[in-house]
């Protein structure tokens, strides 16, 4: 298993104290569009979800400590956390979990069975190494959609060898866009201060186990997760 793809910056510890995150590498991973043992896989959790939440209204949901700590982070540039809306859609409304190809819906559903902002990347696509630190709101990337994004100073961010790939406020980038190719994927998991190392590792493992449903013989190439202390 590597060891040494995942790093951090003392910027990062420093303007994040409190603060989490982790990545998962996986070799021989497929992403089909659809696949039945995912299907179910999404499928119980979007039962488990309105159990969970039966009878409760948009004000319970905002108490969760994992949404009010997103919550906080989100504040400081007037941003609302999009996994909020998406919970409220399924766990309220009744809405399916939306689905993309394999990887993204295994990572869509984990995202909302534990509510860890993720993103996912197609590894072949990055250059090592993978970093994390703080946007110095200079650095730009290109979003999924084709538009270039400034990246806000302080912004949580993840980059490679050649720039930003992700964000906490914008997602993640064109360039290492998982493809339906995607043969080695990487996630990455932000935590702002109040969530903690063990819930990112927790997620990670969760959403491993959903990609073997597809990809029985993938492979862990990287697990690691980083806290930064508190002040």
Known sequence: MMTDLFGVTEAWRTACPGAAAGVLAMRDVANPATHPALERWIAEREVALRARFAGADRAALRALPHLQAYAAYYKRWGKTYHVQLQLESVALKGKPITRASALVSAMVAGELEHLLLTAGHDLDAVEPPVTLTVA??????????????ALQAGDMTVADGRGAISSILYGPDARTRLRPETRRVLFAVYAPPGIGGQAVAAHLEGLGAAVRLVSPDAAIEALAVHEAPER
């Open 136 to 149: 110095d709101g200079v650095a730009r990337y290109r979003l999924l959609s084709g538009q270039e994004q």
